[in-house]
């Protein structure tokens, strides 16, 4: 399309739109079988529009941003860059893990929209299978695979400081991060008017979230961090409902918050929407116990996820980090005098304190996710007000701990820190 | 000029340049006056060449950078890129603490020359001054001020994000801080040709240090601090030989490595410069204890910086702090319930971080300057050279155990550090 040829599709337009790209026809039939296309509008996420095209020969998604916020409307702008972001970060992220994201067909700037690979049923919205009650046992290997690469890949410990200070300016998303900025890390410890939460069940919670003055002093430091610490590229929306599963596959869509930032918000993110699983699934029982397997496959998704995550880190950096301009070889290589117990602290020393925000990170999300504009229909879709709130409240009260404390202590260690999450929901109300 | 028109001047060429702009030849004196005028080119930097031009009426300053570095030539390019960050910084850095920066009356980018205030005598480089051992009572206040100004203005704390990741962009200095990561965070650690040390003297000192795993570790991570910590809009090259001084005056020159860093790097580099001096003071002793004066007011000098910069930035920020997006007002502010507690608990944690980063990185200057390539002429100039060597031991040690232990037990204040400095020189060969 031309420069300012921008128009909205529809279910009608879209199905033109690409009729009129052979490339794109071709996957869905011949020329003479348009009319027969069927298209839905599947965008349930908050933000944009998805179209999934369907032919005789085969299918498409198309997803397109509007220049604003769609579930909010036009009178919240958000800037159309952010599908330049998504298109060159699932370009990016397929180059190191090419099985976990859907192959892109086409990029349109102007359209601002992207052709990528429909993944069709039995594909489905992690998170809407986690609240069906599925377990998924690849699951964790697959996450674990997809945040050692991308995050691995795209630092410093890989690239030299060139390559990496091009790729931090080419991923800048000011709009998207301000967004990021503002309802995760400074709405939720304020009387803001965006907030919401189950009320009146938690309104003393709330009251006692927001006057806590540690809790706000480590939002700060998160926020520091999200934006001062560009360490790696970022998915920067990893959260359930931006992963696509089937028993044996694994997807990750929507990176549209994509930047360099710290490599924590990632993994911590992931993790911290596994527990908010693990704390709605006593909502979803329709017989007492129903769901404890799904509740130990969870927790063991959580540990599984960050070993898994934390040994192909370290072993990607064991085998290209000479390469790169942090840990280069002349000091962490073989040949230098005491390279490999170098390159041994440093290792550790980076995974402590990676782990040390992860914690902290995890906290934050578990409590925008309750208190702040933006819920996880895990929890939303209890429809006993009473018994969610007591789901959220154990998740509100883990999300404190883990965002004051960050690694210390019985949360050292992502099993101690799984334990925790054991007994808070077995023994609290 | 014209693009394109780039031509390198000389003592000559550079007065008829002067001449062709009016605003500039009239602060030399009348059109007339042209062939009378005087240049001396003074440049003992390592990298640009320095005209002052003389006239009737005043002086004038013009700094021109080559595309590569001076004191290597032709075969260590390096852009010219630089000046439009030197001329950017010196604006900015005028703004907030103006009488602590030469005015700048013109930057040409074609010419890669800035054209600024002469500093005429009795400014002096402070490290000359030091060397000859002079004392500067007002040094300590107006570092304080510079650095507080500079660091505070430019941070997150003060900026809305969107400000502050417009000027991260802007400030991308990409050659300069490659050649920083080199020098100072690899060189000096292993065997690297570039090195040098005054041997055979230090070569024990040297082969310990580049056996040292903790050091490489460390190194490791401040270069990583360096890399991927965009706190404030830094001067980048912070040493006693960018700082010109009378009794009564302060002004820093030669921005071209600014680039946004961690803060700690523009404070650690003055400070150990200053204790560089410190340790070298013995060496220039005529008649022994004669510089003890001098030695006093250097480690009290240290501490007052220390001390100001950390009271004036705090200060600074309950000031303008609230209109940041780091620690919001709404989060903050005396309205925020437990705000003032709140504030002060961001304030202790945050100087607490940047005290322990200052001290680590001031190792990493000290032990850069003694084995790596270049040196600091307050060593240099020691012509007995078994003096030289105990004077940079002592050095040597302290910056290792800096950067080794960071702000840990003696040295987690500024006091304890300056009394094991005075100790360590007492009682050490
Ligand atoms: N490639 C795809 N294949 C199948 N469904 C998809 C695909 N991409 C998106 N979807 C569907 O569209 C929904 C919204 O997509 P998403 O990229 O998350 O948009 P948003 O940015 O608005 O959150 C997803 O939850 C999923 O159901
Ligand atoms: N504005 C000035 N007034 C007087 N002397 C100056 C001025 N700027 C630079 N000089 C002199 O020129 C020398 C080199 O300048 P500097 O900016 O440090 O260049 P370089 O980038 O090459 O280190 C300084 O050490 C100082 O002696
Ligand atoms: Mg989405
Ligand atoms: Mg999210
Ligand atoms: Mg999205
Ligand atoms: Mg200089
Ligand atoms: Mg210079």
Chains 1, 2 share one sequence.
């Not at 799904?294 to 927790?299: D, E, K, N, T, V």
Request: glycine fraction near 8%.
């Amino acid at each position: 399309a031309a420069p300012g040829s921008f128009r909205a599709l529809n279910c009608e337009s879209v199905k033109h739109w690409v009729a009129a790209r052979p490339a794109l026809q071709q996957r869905l039939g011949p020329a003479d079988s348009v009319e027969s296309w069927q298209v839905k509008e599947v965008g349930d996420g908050n933000i944009n529009f998805v179209f999934i095209v369907e032919g005789p020969s085969g299918a498409l998604c198309v997803k397109q941003a509007l220049p604003y916020v769609r579930c909010v409307g036009e009178s919240w702008p958000l800037t159309q860059d952010r599908v330049r972001i998504e298109a060159a970060v699932l370009a990016e992220e397929a180059a190191w893990c090419p099985s976990h994201v859907p192959a892109v067909y086409l990029y349109d700037k102007d359209m601002a929209l992207i052709v990528m690979r429909y993944l069709a049923p039995p594909f489905l919205i992690l998170r809407r299978g986690l609240i069906a009650g599925a377990i998924y046992p690849r699951l964790a290997e697959h996450l674990a695979t997809f945040l050692a690469g991308t995050l691995f890949h795209t630092s410093l410990i890989k690239l030299n400081s060139s390559e990496f200070r091009k790729k931090v300016a080419q991923y800048e998303n000011d709009e998207m991060c301000r967004l990021t900025e503002q309802v995760i890390f400074t709405e939720p410890y304020f009387t803001a008017k965006n907030n919401r939460w189950t009320s009146p069940q938690l309104d003393p919670d709330v009251a006692e979230l927001q006057a806590d003055v540690a809790a706000r002093v480590a939002a700060c430091e998160l926020k520091s961090l999200f934006c001062s610490k560009p360490q790696a590229l970022l998915h920067g929306d990893l959260h359930t409902g931006s992963i696509m599963v089937t028993d044996a596959e694994t997807s990750v869509i929507d990176p549209e918050f994509a930047f360099y930032g710290p490599m924590a918000f990632d993994v911590g993110k992931i993790l911290a929407n596994l527990l908010l699983a693990y704390f709605a699934s006593d909502g979803h029982e329709k017989t007492p116990g129903e769901r404890e397997g799904q509740r130990g496959w969870l927790l063991s998704c959580v540990i599984d996820t960050w070993t898994g995550f934390s040994s192909s880190f370290v072993r990607l950096w064991s085998e290209h980090g000479a390469q790169g301009d942090l840990y280069p070889g002349v000091l962490t290589g073989p040949d230098a005098p005491g390279g490999a117990d170098a390159l041994a602290a440093c290792q550790a020393s980076f995974m402590r304190q990676l782990f040390h925000e992860t914690v902290q990170f995890m906290g934050a999300f578990i409590i925008r996710r309750l208190v702040g504009i933006a819920h996880v229909a895990d929890m939303d879709s209890i429809s006993d007000l009473d018994l969610r709130a007591t789901c959220e409240r154990r998740a509100l009260r883990f999300g404190r701990r883990l965002l004051v404390e960050g690694a210390k202590g019985e949360l050292s260690s992502i099993q101690g820190l799984v334990e925790v999450v054991a007994l808070l929901r077995a023994t609290s109300n």
